[in-house]
């Protein structure tokens, strides 16, 4: 049974910080880049950040330099360091896990991002 679970999430003031956590089970990790998404109401998910298991990342234009993703590959868990938030932040985080070389992608089911005054 493939699981992702997130955790992390909350409300948080503009200029404040979180922390996202994702633990993966019933994968071999290791073959899997790892990402963040997000999706805000009315709007289509993005990349937010993903990470290979050589700790390559890809990080979207609009957090660069504030969201530090990282992956610990010994413990299955990938992290998502967000600092300097804002309210266009806002949104429902998942964890994305893309098998590499094939098309085997597995969802965790979210955590809510809320950012605001």
């Known amino acids: 049974q493939v699981q992702l679970v997130e955790s992390g999430g909350g409300l948080v003031q503009p200029g404040g910080s979180l922390r996202l956590s994702c633990a993966a089970s019933?994968?071999?990790?290791?073959?899997?880049?790892m990402g963040w998404y997000r999706q805000a109401p009315g709007k289509q998910r993005e990349l937010v950040a993903d990470?290979?298991?050589?700790?390559?990342?890809n990080v979207a234009d609009s957090v660069k330099g504030r969201f530090i993703i990282s992956r610990d590959n010994a413990k299955g868990t990938v992290d998502l360091q967000m600092n300097s938030l804002k309210p266009e932040d806002t949104a429902v985080y998942y964890c994305?896990?893309?098998?590499?070389?094939?098309?085997?992608?597995?969802w965790g089911q979210g955590t809510q991002v809320t950012v605001s005054s």
């Open positions: 019933g994968i071999i990790f290791s073959d899997y880049v």
């Open positions: 990470i290979t298991r050589n700790f390559r990342t």
């Open positions: 994305k896990a893309a098998r590499l070389w094939i098309s085997l992608d597995y």
